[in-house]
């Protein structure tokens, strides 16, 4: 395993929402996406803003702070599941692909809210 040279790294929370972002750039570079360029790159913002918000407010002087970065992480999750849900119902993704993120995106949606009770306590 390699050093964490950030603390953002430590969280779960964020070490699983990076892995799912992966997966969902695999996703977006499908080439059913790649006819949909706009939508990719939507995708891939909304997921990277999960993450990227994680780690910005890991970088907070301030617990409470980092709360509010963790809270926008939070509507990004949602935000990428219903994007998933949408181009899958347009038939630009495989239900069964989107199925398992989804269900990571619900986890990761009740765990960053249990992330923040953490922080406060």
């Known amino acids: 395993m390699t050093e964490k040279l950030f603390r953002f790294e ?3 929370i964020w070490r699983r929402a990076a892995a799912t972002s992966l997966r969902l750039f695999v996703l977006a ?3 059913e996406m790649r006819r949909q360029y706009r ?3 939507q995708l891939r913002a ?3 803003s999960v993450t ?6 890991s970088g907070s002087t301030s617990d409470a702070e980092f709360a509010q970065f963790l809270n926008i992480a939070r509507r990004s999750v949602y935000k990428v599941a219903n994007m998933l849900i949408l181009l899958s119902k347009n038939n630009a993704f495989d239900p069964t692909d989107t199925q398992p993120i989804l269900w990571e995106l619900e986890e990761q949606s009740r765990m960053i809210p249990a992330f923040i009770r ?3 306590s």
């Open 10 to 12: 430590d969280p779960e």
């Open 29 to 31: 570079d499908d080439s």
């Open 39 to 41: 939508f990719a790159e």
């Open 46 to 48: 909304a997921t990277l």
């Open 52 to 57: 990227n918000n994680i780690a910005e407010g």
């Open 118 to 120: 953490r922080l406060r």
